[in-house]
């Protein structure tokens, strides 16, 4: 069966710090592309950060959305078969709902439940 379990979320104020976590059960999680997506209420889904886990390396490639990038960090550990954002300089337009996703070819994601973010200015 598989899984994507997220956790991590809550609220900060502005300039503050989150690591968001995602459990991944069920995939084979190397070599594998995956994803953390937000959603804002009446906002499209954006898609921050896309993961390619490699080969049993520690750290994997990592590409990020303009409106994150310098601030999200994507990262990996192979033994938990867990993926990480980290989230800092946190901003109110960062408020919306995380998930994360598992590629799942075809250009079809599985998806977790979400964890929500809310940052007050």
């Known amino acids: 069966q598989v899984q994507l379990e997220e956790s991590g979320g809550g609220s900060v104020q502005a300039g503050g710090s989150l690591r968001l976590s995602c459990a991944a059960s069920g995939y084979r999680f190397l070599m594998s592309r995956w994803a953390w997506f937000r959603q804002a209420p009446g906002n499209e889904r954006e898609r921050v950060a896309v993961i390619y886990t490699g080969a049993g390396i520690t750290t994997g490639i990592a590409t990020y959305a303009d409106s994150v990038k310098g601030r999200f960090t994507a990262s990996q550990d192979n033994a938990k078969n867990t993926l990480y954002l980290q989230m800092n300089s946190l901003k109110p337009e960062d408020t919306a709902m995380y998930y994360c996703?598992?590629?799942?070819?075809?250009?079809?994601?599985?998806w977790g439940q979400g964890t929500q973010v809310t940052v007050s200015s």
């Open positions: 996703a598992a590629d799942r070819g075809g250009g079809g994601w599985d």
